[in-house]
């Protein structure tokens, strides 16, 4: 009875949020903070799926779930999204209203009905999914869950075996975009992408996603500061001063496109020390939350990450759109575990939530169990437990 664990990181934007719209560089790297899956074959033809991050648990016959036939290029996905299958999906997930519960169901149910084996659709399968990253947050969740989703189904229904890494890592990828697809409509592909691969990435709009060389894994304190933040009023806020003041806001532009420019140089420094690396890096942080503050992004909950953390000699700025959201603190190796200590207390004393992470660690993974796992127990576990796993087996 196979059964198999899937794991796939979010993604925080490190540099470039906003100045990417206008085609300047930004810079993503892969996030400590994963999601996790349980995928194992059955005996009754059910697909039976537990997420309970989004409150959803559903079963369904496998018959009932319409199959493709087989294209050109199987199994890397079809050039055109299936739109009379969705609905189909749509209709069998019955679901109310479209939200986080039924796009994570129609996803799952889509990418089966393409790679899904004989066998597997006669034996059926659990399904079940934890994750560590806030919903909504802007750190990549529905990325992380769609890369473990694509990986889960093709390691399950073997499509994975006998490839080179590097292929593996595309035909996941390509699949864990069309999962994004089915979500968000029109993704970048950029958080997907991250997902599978880890590490960091530079990507500019309109060209092809390219890995940041020589990057190292760098440590972070992330504070959600639980203000909703509303992706489309921070963009149409910025196009506005944009058409106002073009003369003004293009050089802050291009500054904060220097600045992933100056991340790749640091990083491809290899007479740098990690020491002066760090400090540097600290800068460009710096430097680029004032230059999105001046933009009108930031957000007094921001603001005040940026001045408990200044006090105690540690760097700030927000990810992603602005407005609300998530910050990222750099903890430089020489600060100590006292001072990180003081730092979260002082912003859950604020209301925030605070989780160290890693930025740059390794994407999607797989573990292969020697006997099936109850699902009842993988559902009880917490990040330290899956955290404290090893043999997983990355796609690089």
């Known amino acids: 009875m196979p059964s198999y664990l899937t794991s796939a990181p979010g993604k925080v934007i490190l540099f470039g949020e906003h100045a990417v719209v206008y085609s300047k560089v930004a810079t993503a790297g892969s996030l400590g903070l994963r999601s996790y899956t349980l995928i194992q074959d059955r005996t009754d033809g ?184 509303e992706t489309q009023v921070q963009v149409a806020n910025v196009r506005k001063l944009w058409e106002k003041f073009p003369g003004v806001v293009n050089p802050m532009l291009d500054a904060i496109h220097e600045i992933s420019v100056s991340c790749k140089e640091l990083f491809g420094h290899e007479s740098l020390d990690r020491s002066h690396l760090l400090t540097r890096f600290g800068e460009l942080v710096d430097v680029n939350h004032s230059l999105l503050a001046a933009l009108g992004v930031s957000h007094p909950a921001l603001e005040k990450v940026r001045e408990i953390s200044s006090k105690l000699g540690l760097k700030s700025k927000l990810t992603g759109a602005g407005g609300g959201g998530c910050a990222l603190t750099l903890i430089r190796d020489d600060v100590t575990p006292e001072t990180v200590e003081v730092v979260k207390q002082l912003l859950e004393a604020e209301g925030f939530q605070c989780m160290e992470t890693q930025v740059g660690g390794p994407g999607a993974g797989v573990i292969t169990l020697s006997a099936p796992m109850l699902v009842a127990e993988f559902l009880s576990h917490d990040r330290t437990y899956f955290e404290a796993m090893q043999n997983w087996t990355h796609f690089s």
């Open 46 to 229: 059910v697909i039976e799926v537990h997420l309970p991050d989004v409150q959803l648990s559903r079963a369904w016959s496998s018959s009932d779930i319409p199959r493709q036939e087989t294209w050109e290029g199987y199994p890397y996905p079809p050039a055109e999204m299936n739109t009379t299958l969705l609905q189909q999906l749509a209709a069998i997930v019955d679901l109310a209203e479209y939200t986080n519960r039924s796009q994570a169901a129609i996803s799952l149910l889509y990418i089966h009905s393409h790679l899904i084996t004989d066998d597997i659709a006669t034996k059926g399968y659990d399904f079940s999914v934890r994750s560590t990253l806030p919903v909504g947050a802007g750190l990549g969740s529905s990325a992380s869950y769609s890369v473990c989703l694509a990986t889960a189904l093709l390691q399950l229904n073997g499509h994975l075996s006998g490839l080179e890494a590097a292929e593996q890592r595309e035909l996941i990828n390509q699949w864990a975009f069309q999962a994004e697809k089915v979500i968000h409509g029109n993704p970048s592909g950029i958080d997907n992408t991250v997902s599978t691969l880890g590490g960091a990435v530079m990507f500019k709009k309109g060209e092809k996603i390219e890995p940041l060389p020589g990057f190292q894994s760098l440590r972070f304190l992330l504070t959600n500061t639980r203000v909703p933040r």
